[in-house]
């Protein structure tokens, strides 16, 4: 495919990647190389006041042609101006755009394009044609069916390469973390060849005691194959979370020995543990009738399971369009307002997933017990429980690299289907039943704990919203695909580059540093009360309130911490300088 | 101590009060003349003031004890169990008259004794000084001077001595003008912009059933509007919801009339007014046209501005709905926002911050002085104004400032603290969170501006407490004359010193200066923008809170800092002496000598410093325990909490029988 125009295309959107999030408001459009379905381009660019003579023959062709084009962005704030030419840039990557929406004045054209970070912008088109050509191409642009058609598979790094991120959380090398006090688990390759389990990676971590043979029957028995494997394994009492799909006992109650063998050989001798599913008792029973079902009292005495309800699905997706229209509008009344935050069910969805997961927490810590999670599938709630289990439980995971071995392990590898649930945001109307924001609703939970221990973490809200970003739409091959089987095929470690790649470069980290972090080694309990639990401004208000005041709130507490240390730092030179001059005192005088 | 029978009760069950498992706390329960004081199985010790506590309630007997409900005006609710009920019937009495005094002596401020002498205490008084704070504004000058027209409370017994009126306005006109005004609260200035030359004006409603036009309230307003010579238009803003006062509206609306020489009778009975307003509407508009005295450029110099803030009844109503919402055990997410929705208490907040920008927007964007009343001008008036000033005014947004906002615009204008935070045993439809939701209001722009202001969160909360304390004299009474004849001066102490020598304690340490150059604050009042205030109202849920506070650490470390350039210039001038005194050593050995005694002792200390340092640091930052059970998670999972037990027992007997 010839797709790459040269090379120098690539240096210049990656130039202008960064001023991606510093731009604002005022655009005029430039959309860059004329489209078909063969040459997709992966970015509108939409350029202000004068064009830049970077782009060469291209932009300025464009320039010509949608000279006097006036954009009105829908973010309220003022001009930046840049310091070079008058020139403002927006980039903005076509997988970025949700939904699209065009409007006819008389000659005049408006195109409304919603992204999928929520921001939306107007571009108002004189002339009804150029308006129409361009809303059809964006829209063909930001459709694309084929995953190898993406800009990640386009993208190449205008940055040094230190580590590569797809080698930067190997299964085995997360085991060997583990490896020294876990002895009855090892890694399997049983699923090697994605035959077993198609939504596993190659290597789980299953109990020594059951081999191979055995996780293929228990395999037949749980949904999609996802037999129990380990989570996490918790050091201080060397209790664990498991975590599987639902068993698959029907109607007339099918039952596994393999299956029960295998969870109660996570037991130790006169231990209970807790199951937890994701699910409402009724939706659990509804469930035997498609094949499904949960774990009978009687087949498994020695585990006790309780039912908790976590939305999925559309619920979510329709939560969020309610929260994110509502977000929007800067008319209504407080009552208003108020009642739509209340029918939206986003903060409901936040408390009942973080009760769950405290429970799950609070059974391994406070009551010694193991714990296995599971709901339908076991690929959304029951990874939005187990991952956010390990930030309350493990130290590790509150940091930088902890957290993104986290998302590598409980989400990447553990098969969540990113593609499809990531596929659209809230403005679509398309209601796939699998586009659902499960990975925001985690993120979102990881912010509420944030703030309630600002000092636990190693990052800040920043790296937050950069992984709901690359998410949704991303230059980088991470999240492509829906489970790792999927990512083989596509060959995305040797044909994509790894987010990771770019974020642990020490330049990117610094933004993603919370100055505040101080290692903290105790489990922390968050407070689920509703008076707790707020609204994550940064990502739902961000293009609509202005955040100057508080940016330079945020930014003066930096300074007051560097300054800190470097007060510090200073004072115990000079101790030290003035103890040496004391001791040269002292040997000046006893002769 | 006549109220206390019994003093001290044992074995009393504190309850959480978000528990729905009867989780509780253990001790002994202490009255004293002014708390109450229990003391936990830790020695934690809770104190309450009797004069904090808004409500007493004896619950129905229980298998444990008698229940004793006690909600407190700072927002802490204890939930007592005391074994016995003779004793729980005893503390509930005691409590009822003892939250409850009939007179102002009995206040604790007249008890109180911070043991400071007279002198001291008199400085403390003199501490907040408002001729002085006129001065800072800019007057008197050539439009404004003081009025000594109220300097025995004859005109008005519930304004201040001083009042500071245009200069063209003479002595009668005052007096016809107050005689025109409820409770004769006649238009004063409360804020005056130096460089806009626009004022900040305050009055009561004209009083209805008035018969004829009032020349002299006429004259006054327009002595009003030419003290402002850099606008020729004025805005009149009735604080009250238009359609509270529909009736009343018309009449504002005449005032301009009279204003512009409409020479007709258009005050008229209030039942009269109201019945057919229509038809006098008319007829009024008639005569106008009729007579054709209508003043096109005349007329447009009031403008007439309505924002609906509610009267303080709704207020006291929107709060109470509040508290039983975020009171409740096992609220959901979905009850907390449709009872903060229905508690309409955020849509108040709002209203009164909305005021008091078009206030600040008139004066600093179209330098047009304005008129502020609501009914009676000591509630929302109140509010207005000194919210209008804060936002245009970057003084007021000091820790000192702040006092002197709060001594003008609600001590002395006749706030009356004492009837709206029920101080005494009285009538309760007088009660009101009118100063609280000022609070709230600054305590939102303190979130949309975190560098604007001097002061902390801790500061608000602190006046908060204060203002129902009683114990201190600064919100003692309802109006200046009343102070007075109680010599709160002599008898009790103020607030204020007592604040500014905890300095520290208040201050914010993102504070900037610089943002101050931007001095006109300009807050969006978008609905998203007002949030619930969780440390006002749940203060004293500690569970509710994030266990680790930016805010403390950024407070400790500007501390710390502050010690930290004190410790490097000491550092450096003793190198520099150091360094010098091994030059001259040899020639002055007596001198070394001399100094030589202090340094080993100084070294020992630095050392013992240097290590210390890292620690402090450390403890700034540990957090607060959060456990579990603090936080209730098993409570939404009934199968957990009630499966423990059963599963221990069985364990136990299965053991029991083997051996």
Known sequence: MSVIKSSSFHTHTHTNLSLFQVLNNFWQFIQRTPCCAEVPAWWVQLHAFSVQGLFGKNSEQLTN?????????????RRVESPTDNTEELWLLHSNIDAIDKRFVGPLGTIIIKCKDFRIIQLDIPGMEECLNIASSIEALSTLDSITLMYPFFYRPMFEVIEDGWHSFLPEQEFELYSSTISEWRLSYVNKEFSVCPSYPP?????????????????????????????????????????????????????????????????????RGYIIDTRPLNIAQQARAKGGGFEQEAHYPQWRRIHKSIDRYHILQESLIKLVESCNDQTQNMDRWLSKLEASNWLT??????????????????????????????????LQVTSLAQIILEPRSRTIRGFEALIEREWLQAGHPFQQRCAQSAYCNSKQKWESPVFLLFLDCVWQILRQFPCSFEFNENFLIMLFEHAYASQFGTFLGNNESERCKLKLQQKT????????????????TNPLFEANNLVIWPSVAPQSLQLWEGIFLRWNRSSKYLDEAYEEMVNIIEYNKELQAKVNLLRRQLAELETEDGVQESP | MEHIRTTKVEQVKLLDRFST????????????????????????????????????????????????????????????????ERDCHDIYN?????????????????????????????????????AEEYKRMGVPNSNWQLSDANREYKICETYPRELYVPRIASKPIIVGSSKFRSKGRFPVLSYYHQSKEAAICRCSQPLSGFSARCLEDEHLLQAISKANPANRYMYVMDTRPRHRVQSWWATQKDIGRIIVRISSKIWNDEKIRESDEKKRLNAMANRAAGKGYENEDNYSNIRFQFVGIENIHVMRSSLQKLLEVNGTKGLSVNDFYSGLESSGWLRHIKAVMDAAIFLAKAIAAESASVLVHCSDGWDRTSQVCSLGSLLLDPYYRTIRGFMVLIEKDWISFGHKFSERCGHLDGDPKEVSPVFTQFLECVWHLTEQFP???????????????????????????????????????????????????????????????????SAVLEPNTVSFNFKFWRNMYHQFDRTLHPRQSVFNIIMNMNEQNKQLEKDIKDLESQIKQRKTKQTDGILSKELLNSVRPESPALK?????????????NNVLRTIEGSSPADNRYSEYADEFSKAEPAVVSLEYGVARMTC
């Open chain 1, 65 to 77: 042609s949608s000279s006097g084009l006036e954009l009105e962005g829908s973010v309220r704030g």
């Open chain 2, 604 to 616: 020992a200390t630095l050392s013992l410093k240097e290590q210390a340092l890292l620690p402090v």
């Open chain 2, 451 to 517: 560098q604007a202001f001097e002061f902390n969160e801790a500061f608000l909360l602190q006046i908060h407490e204060h203002i129902h304390s009683c114990q201190f004299g600064n919100f003692i009474g309802n109006c200046q004359k009343e102070r007075e004849e109680l010599k709160l001066k002599e008898k009790t102490y103020s607030l204020w010193p007592f604040l500014l020598d905890d300095q520290k304690k208040y201050l914010n340490p993102l504070y900037s200066s610089q943002s101050q150059k």
């Open chain 2, 94 to 130: 005691s409590l009822l008259q003892l939250s409850k005094q009939a007179k102002y002596e009995d206040l604790y401020a007249f008890s109180y004794n911070p043991k400071q002498n007279d002198a001291e205490r008199l400085r403390g008084w003199e501490l907040i000084d408002l």
């Open chain 1, 203 to 271: 290597a789980v971590i299953v109990p020594k005691a059951i081999d191979d043979d055995a996780l293929r029957k228990v395999a037949t028995f749980r949904h999609g194959g996802r037999f129990p494997v380990l989570s996490y394994y918790h050091k201080k009492n060397g209790m664990v979370i498991m975590r599987s799909g639902q068993p698959l006992t029907g109607t007339n109650g099918r039952r596994c020995k393999e299956d029960e063998k295998l969870i109660n050989a996570t037991l130790r001798a006169g231990k």
């Open chain 1, 349 to 382: 969805h936040i408390k009942e997933i973080l009760t769950t997961a405290c429970l799950a927490a609070q059974c391994l810590d406070r009551e010694g017990a193991s714990i296995l999670i599971h709901g339908t599938e076991g690929t959304d709630s029951t």
């Open chain 2, 21 to 84: 498992s009867n989780k509780s706390l253990t001790g002994t329960l202490y009255l004293t003349a002014t708390h109450l004081l229990f003391i936990d199985a830790h020695q934690k010790e809770t104190w309450i003031l009797h004069h904090h506590i808004a409500s007493v309630e004896k619950l129905a007997l229980t298998t444990s004890g008698c229940p004793l409900v006690i909600q407190c005006k700072n927002f802490r609710t204890v939930h007592f169990i005391v074994p016995r």
């Open chain 1, 497 to 512: 580059m790894s987010l990771w790649s770019w974020v642990n470069r020490p330049s990117e980290l610094s933004k993603f």
